[in-house]
């Protein structure tokens, strides 16, 4: 692993340098490092330009044509940029490779580059390499990327600018709706309604524990057919009937089939898998897998090494590895692991539909930088992404694993009954080669109802067993499960709905307006998420389509790939979502007048205290409001654990996210994060301080 000497961060001081622009102080500083001495490099923070926040923006006679307008609380910055700008000849736009950063380096462009050459950086790993080639091979801004952005952009807010003063009008002040977030709730609500639907079917199994006659090795096995029907048991009483007809039977091996499976390793990380992934082995939400991976792409301060990128761009839909990369990797791979687990030739992966070829998978930009060679300079979560990205990379070039699966039919006979024939099955695996696991530890996908995977003794044709045990087992037929962040995440991209980009912000907007809220894992659907929900179905069926919203992503790619006029994406939109509005606008239901009496009185005036609906769910008011401002917050009737306190437990908002608190704060100030602690929760993240996690 090469080490690039460490250099002295570079300032405005340093006249006739081409100034470059990145968004992140984090990326500046590490482009510095590698930039030094021939450019200086200082960052936007982000966008600097937007629609205005007081205004829709949007001249929706003449072409959508957007109004941007300096950010306000990017104006200080923007002032700084203009200074810096003020002498150069030469402007260096630095951004990210996507439709965002491709806006940025355009409004930059607006800003600052009048009179100068203005170039674009294009690279997808914060390396030496990728640095100078980008540098030596400068690119134009990228219109069709840029018109995709602002017709996202353009159709978010014509959405939420028009939709959401019905929702404050007809259900709370402060609420919102949006092209991809409403989606993305209902898919939630109508998973919660399926839950809710969902009759349960009992059905038993029956399990026996047996062995070979002449050697004790006891295993399992399970009944699969009644003579020639396969089995279907749907009550205690036929299941132990069934019982005491197998345990006089005479069994016997049937057939044994034994057969290899191989198993291929898995494609390097998208931006959806690698946020599932994290979520299934380190119970990373999608926000948190997003600032980690941003952090160790814009770069880690790696001792004498100095800040470096670890990982590729992490917002990408491509599976694609460079060259480059896969000699690296296959060269680590015969080194750490022998030639019988490199491939003749580099495994290639089909990316999906639609997704952007240009850019490559994530992956680490050095495999030669193993986890446990830089650990003293990660957090513990950067650590661990990195070890997952690391491990990921590795395995997505190596040979398949290979188990042997052995098949044991068993036959069971009941001379007296009918019938007299029943057939059991046991299954074993056992690992031949190790394969890519040896790098990457993958989970066995197993179902309630299929046969156990075990070590089964060797076995024979018509060789005597004897059994040991034979006991039935009562089933019930589950619900669909509620959604995960990493089962939502993979549910949004196979519909087409949202971008990379987009899918750990969704989640966090929709939890933030209080539409879905976290019990342990799963996301479920608040009242209020579901009667938003349930108003923009009745009154914006297209909008809540997700049909329609896959169709609108595609052609937005369309316009991005230069195929389609962003305006005429945007026009074709507004003209039946005007309609949709017009008439929301007259037969939407009014959802804030509805009151339910308590049978309370206020305690400050004595009228009837009602439940009303704020921006966060009901709460109990004064029906004398604004004369009288009494006010409380209804309570989930659990009561506060607390010894000695007789409070219960509150809904409870903060900035970073849902939990529950005692209805006696301040004098108590219990908090926890659900009503029910799940056993699967994240016990590293389960503390008892009200900042809460996503």
């Known amino acids: 692993m090469k080490k690039t000497p460490k250099t002295q961060k570079t300032t405005a001081g340093n006249d006739g340098l081409a100034l470059v622009i990145v968004e992140s102080p984090t990326k500046a500083k590490t482009l510095n490092r590698f930039l030094a001495g021939r450019y200086r490099v200082i960052a936007s923070q982000g966008h600097v330009m937007d629609l205005p926040s007081s205004s829709m923006g949007i001249d929706v006679e003449h072409d959508f044509t957007p109004k941007y307008v300096v950010i306000k ?65 400068p690119q134009a801004i990228d219109m069709s990327k840029v018109n995709a952005q602002q017709a996202r952009r353009v159709l978010d807010r014509l959405v939420g600018y028009s939709i959401s003063p019905l929702l404050w009008q007809k259900v709370s002040r402060g609420l919102s709706a949006g092209r991809v977030q409403s989606v993305t709730v209902r898919l939630i609500v109508d998973r919660e309604r399926e839950i809710r639907a969902f009759k349960p079917r009992e ?22 057919k009644i ?78 090494e100095g800040p470096t990128g670890l990982i590729t761009y992490m917002r990408t ?39 952007q070829e240009a850019h490559e998978a994530i992956r680490v930009t050095d495999i030669e930088r193993a986890p446990e060679n830089i650990k003293s300079y990660l957090t513990p979560d950067q650590l661990k992404l990195y070890q997952l990205i690391w491990s990921r990379t590795l395995a997505s070039q190596m040979n398949p694993s290979i188990s042997k699966v052995t098949a044991v039919d068993i036959r069971a006979t009941a001379e007296k009954a009918k019938p007299s024939a029943y057939q059991f099955r046991a299954t074993g695996t056992q690992m031949v080669f190790d394969g890519f696991t040896a790098a990457y530890a993958v989970a066995e996908e197993e179902s309630d109802d299929a046969p156990k995977s075990q070590l089964l003794p060797a076995l024979t044709a018509q060789e005597i067993l004897k059994l040991l045990r034979i006991a039935p087992e009562q089933h019930f037929t589950k619900p669909p499960p509620r959604y995960s962040d990493a089962s939502l995440v993979k ?11 987009t899918y750990a912000p969704t989640i966090h907007t929709i939890l933030d307006r209080n539409y879905v809220q976290r019990q342990a894992a799963a996301l479920m659907p608040t009242e209020l998420g579901e009667i938003v929900t349930d108003l923009l179905v009745q009154h914006f069926p297209a909008i809540l389509d997700t049909k329609f919203t896959a169709q609108m992503e595609g052609e937005l790619d369309g316009v991005e790939e230069g195929k389609m006029d962003w305006v005429k994406c945007v026009r074709e939109f507004y003209a039946p979502f005007q309609g949709a509005v017009a008439q929301a606008q007259a037969g939407m239901e009014s959802v804030k007048k509805q009151v339910v009496e308590t049978g309370e009185s206020c305690p400050q ?44 437990l509150v809904a409870r908002r903060s900035k970073r996210g849902s939990f529950y608190g005692c209805s006696s704060y301040p004098d108590c100030r219990h908090v926890q994060k659900t009503l029910q602690p799940s056993p699967n929760t994240d016990s590293s993240s389960a503390d008892s301080s009200p900042a809460i996690a996503e």
């Open 73 to 137: 609380k990017r104006k200080p910055l923007v002032k700084e940029l203009k200074a810096e700008a003020k002498d150069v000849k030469e402007l260096w736009l630095a951004t990210d490779p996507d439709r965002e950063g491709e806006a940025i380096s355009w409004h930059l462009s607006n800003l600052l580059g009048e009179g100068k050459k203005v170039q674009r950086a294009v690279f997808h790993e914060i390396t030496p390499h990728a640095i100078e080639e980008a540098f030596q091979h």
């Open 203 to 224: 059905y038993w199994s029956i399990e026996a524990t047996l062995t070979p006659e002449k050697k004790e090795h006891p295993f399992t096995a399970q009944l699969v």
């Open 227 to 304: 003579g020639e029907e396969d089995l279907e048991l749907k009550n205690q009483a036929q299941s132990d009937r069934l019982v005491e007809i197998l345990k006089s039977a005479a069994y016997s091996v049937d057939k044994v089939t034994e057969s290899q499976r191989k198993r291929n390793p898995l494609p390097p990380f998208t931006t959806s898998t690698l946020q599932q992934e994290s979520y299934h082995k380190l119970r990373y939400s999608a926000s948190r897998t997003m600032r980690i991976a941003q952090q160790l792409y814009e770069g880690i301060e790696l001792g004498e």
């Open 317 to 355: 839909d491509s599976v694609r590895l460079a060259e480059d990369a896969e000699k690296s990797i296959r060269a680590t791979i015969e080194k750490k692991f022998g030639k019988p687990y490199l491939p003749d030739a580099p495994r290639r992966y089909k990316s999906r539909k639609g997704a």
């Open 491 to 501: 549910t949004l991209e196979e519909l087409g709905i949202g971008r990379p980009s």
């Open 605 to 648: 005036c004595q009228r009837p205290i009602v439940i009303k609906w704020g921006r966060h769910g009901k709460f109990l008011s004064c029906s004398g409001f604004p004369e009288c401002k009494y006010a409380k917050t209804i309570t989930t009737g659990v009561k506060c654990p607390e010894p000695n306190c007789t409070g219960e």
